[in-house]
């Protein structure tokens, strides 16, 4: 792939992804795009499909209507691709906590198939990066839960990926902590220009320089800069935004039931 | 922009690092075995208390009369302990194995399949991983029944090694085809009653199939049928530095059609778990 291509290439592209459980639907034609090096926010309430989405992306789930690529490469015909490319912070925890910081971040460099040698660089890496090169001996079980977030950020950095996924990172941490980790992750996409999809129900997670993506109820409702978003919808600020398109959205389900 | 590029189109892996896979999903299985200690130890229990009390308890009303690989009329305890050993590994194999399959959607067994290794591999290294803790527990096993002088001879020990990878690797394998398969056997305490216990008692593991033949014909088929009976009789001969050809080729036939009908019942387009219910969010 030459350079001029890849800054074109889109870090993240679903297009036209729709997704069921028996007669419910999850996700309905669901389009939206992750550029290089920015930092978008996927913005929902609980139930918009949020979950379904990353599990889509990351292969949990069979792609069964749609294509999912990851800097071009299609997530259903060439998964190694795309996944190598791809680091996932998920909503539930993803360490074990019975041992090492150090030691589940020497599982994952294996899972990336990178020697011990290299990780253990990597490794100083990531862990200076989310400020907790101190900690690498520490059990994880006796790290603070916004400790642990910045480990899992650090395990999800570890292969250096260009597009990090993360799934409600901030749900059960404190103020700061969830400042601390906001602050870190957009610095990763202004500073080392990989991609970030932010999934959150928290609209103030979003500012004004971001990307949003407005889901609910399995449909895109909007998609842009924030302030477009604002500006489409008529609103005074993105809550004001979100509110009126989740209620036009409502009215017209109503509407449409009658 | 050079490395940028290089690691984007950074996707085919060499063989070296299809082991380091390996070895780090054996080698995370091992730190979490060392961690849980009680899980091992309950796991021993079983089948002590098996060859304590129950076989202790038959010992006067069952002998066994010499049949291959024994040379000489054998207690029912030395009897048991192969059949005892599969049973461990049946344990082991249907728990990890229902593990893998309803943990899916937790974080460990998310970050294993996000690997960009063929799932496959990744698959496979997991159930060779968890053959390896059933491994370990057989020998321990083993050492406790030698102290209560159920010896074997010294060469059976070493031949048991591949005997067991063989056995565990099926027997985990046939775990996770059913329960991908079976949406009705959703904890444990199903498989304990359809599987685990039918599997067990319809097998070699506790009484010699040639009385069971005298017995009902019926059952004698079903017994030889049962892929349970040929890891049971694999791991008996091997103890004693013995080979069953018959029981071997069923065992790697049956690892073979189970790992190959797993690694499908896993898929996301094919298995259950594409059809199973939303995971919130």
Request: charged share 15%; with cysteine; hydrophobic share 50%.
């Amino acid at each position: 792939m030459k350079p001029f291509e890849i800054a074109q290439t889109p870090a993240l592209e679903i297009d036209h992804v729709s997704h069921r459980y028996g007669a419910r639907v999850a996700l309905n034609d669901v389009s939206l795009t992750v550029r290089q090096s920015s930092f978008t926010v996927l913005l929902g309430l609980n139930g918009a499909g949020k979950s379904t989405l990353f599990s889509l992306i990351t292969r949990l789930y069979a792609i069964r209507s749609g294509r999912i690529r990851i800097f071009g490469h299609d997530v259903g015909s060439e998964p190694g691709a795309a996944l190598s490319k791809l680091g996932v912070v998920f909503q539930s925890r993803a360490l074990d906590i019975d041992i090492s910081v150090r030691q589940n971040l020497m599982y994952h460099a294996a899972l990336h198939g990178i020697a011990s040698s290299r990780a253990r660089d990597l490794i100083a890496q990531v862990l200076d990066r989310v400020a907790m090169a101190d900690r690498s001996q520490d059990r994880v079980g006796n790290l603070s839960i916004g400790q642990m977030r910045r480990i899992e950020i650090a395990r999800a950095l570890l292969h250096q990926p260009r597009l990090l996924l993360l799934d409600e990172p901030t749900v059960g941490l404190d103020i700061k902590a969830r400042a601390d980790i906001l602050d870190h992750v957009r610095r990763l996409s202004t500073v080392e220009g990989i991609g970030v999809l932010w999934a959150t129900h928290l609209i103030d997670e979003a500012s004004s320089g971001d990307d949003v993506v407005v889901l609910h109820k399995g449909k895109v409702l909007s998609h842009g800069a924030v302030s477009d978003v604002v500006g489409g919808s008529g609103g005074a600020d993105l809550r004001d935004a979100f509110n009126r398109l989740t209620g036009i959205a409502d009215q017209n389900d109503l509407e449409a039931a009658r | 922009m050079t490395a940028i590029s290089e690691a984007i189109d950074r996707h085919h892996f060499s063989l070296a690092q299809y082991f380091i896979c390996l070895k780090g999903i054996v080698w995370r299985e091992a730190l979490r075995f060392i961690h849980q200690r009680e899980r091992f130890v309950s796991a021993l229990v079983r089948p002590l208390v098996w060859l304590f009390i129950f076989a202790a308890g038959f010992r006067q009303v069952l002998g066994v009369s010499i049949i291959p690989p024994y040379e000489t009329y054998v207690l029912y305890e030395v009897y048991i302990t192969p059949g005892l050993i599969a049973m461990i590994q049946l344990f082991n194999g249907m728990q990890s194995s229902l593990t893998m399959v309803y943990d899916r959607e937790t974080g460990g067994m998310r970050t294993l399949l996000v690997s960009p290794f063929p799932r496959w591999w990744l698959l496979a290294s997991k159930l060779l991983a968890g053959t390896l803790v059933s491994v370990l527990q057989a020998y321990a096993f083993l050492l406790i029944a030698w102290l209560w002088e159920i010896e074997a001879p010294p060469l059976g020990y070493l031949a048991l090694l591949p005997a067991l990878l063989l056995s565990g690797f099926m027997l985990g394998a046939l775990g996770m085809l059913i329960s991908s398969l079976i949406k009705q056997l959703e904890n444990f305490a199903g498989v304990m009653n359809f599987v685990i216990f039918p599997m067990f008692f319809a097998s070699s593991a506790l009484y010699p199939l040639r009385r069971v033949k005298e017995s009902s014909p019926l059952l004698y088929y079903i017994c030889q049928a049962n892929p349970f009976t040929h890891a049971t009789e694999l791991i008996r001969f091997a103890l004693y530095a013995q080979v069953a050809w018959v029981s071997l080729a069923v065992v790697v036939g049956c690892t073979i059609v189970f790992l190959f009908g797993a690694i499908l019942a896993y898929d996301p387009a094919r298995g259950f778990l594409a059809r199973r219910n939303n995971p919130g969010g």
